[in-house]
C-alpha cells in the first residue's frame, strides 16, 4: 500500500460514519416531527367516521330490517330490562346502577368474543347512558386491547329514549318512539312498519351513510 494511502483511507472511513450519522440524525428529526393542523384533522375525522355509528341511520336500519350489525347496551341488568333500544343485547359494564364493573375484564372480553361468534362479521355497535358517558368509550378501549374492535353510537340511552326528537330526522315517513323501545331480559323485535332497503343512507355507492 503507498505511504499516502493510510491517511486517504481513514480520511473517507471517518467522512461515511459521519454522513451516516447525520442522516440517522435526519430520519430521526422526520420521525419525531409533530404532524401539521391539517394532518391532525385528517386523522380525527378518520377515526370520528371508523368508530362513531349514526343513531338515525341505526334506526333506519332497524325499520329496513338490516341484520349488519348488533347493538350491545351496557348498562346494569336491572336497567336494561326495564327499557333499552330494541334489538340490543345487554353485556353490562355495570353490576348495578351505582357501580361500575369495570374490572370484570375476563368477563366482558369473553361475553364479547361470543357475541362475535355468534355473529361473524358483523358491526358491533356499543351505547351507554348518554352521549356525554365514558363507558361505552372505556369498554371500548378495553376491548381494542384483546383485538375487539367496536363501534360507538352516537346517542346514549338518554337521548335515545327522551331526547328523540334532537337527533332524529323522519323526513316525510313519520316514526313513533315506542317502535324502538323494549323491556325485559330478551332483545325484543321490532314490530313496527318496514322501510325498503333502497335510497337515503342506504343508496348505494354512498360511502359515508347519515
Known sequence: MAQGSVPLLLGAAVVVVALGFAGGVLWATSKNTPPSDNERIAEFYATEVAVHKSA???????????????????????????????????????????????????????????????????????????????????????????????????????????????????????????WFVASGKEPGRYEGPRLPMVGGCSAEGNDFGC
Open 56 to 178: 338515525h341511520s341505526v334506526r333506519k336500519a332497524i325499520m329496513q330490517g338490516d341484520d349488519s350489525f348488533v347493538l350491545v347496551d351496557l348498562r346494569s341488568p336491572q336497567e336494561y330490562e326495564r327499557e333499552h333500544i330494541v334489538g340490543a343485547v345487554n353485556i353490562p359494564a355495570y353490576r348495578d346502577p351505582d357501580t361500575s364493573a369495570y374490572g370484570e375484564v375476563e368477563r366482558i372480553v369473553r361475553e364479547f368474543r361470543k357475541l362475535q361468534a355468534e355473529h361473524p362479521g358483523k358491526d358491533i355497535i356499543v351505547y351507554c347512558y348518554s352521549a356525554a358517558c365514558m363507558t361505552g368509550r372505556k369498554i371500548g378501549a378495553m376491548l381494542a386491547q384483546h383485538g375487539i374492535f367496536v363501534k360507538h353510537l352516537t346517542v346514549g340511552w338518554q337521548e335515545w329514549r327522551y331526547f328523540w326528537n334532537l337527533w332524529n330526522h323522519d323526513g316525510e315517513t313519520p316514526v313513533d318512539l315506542t
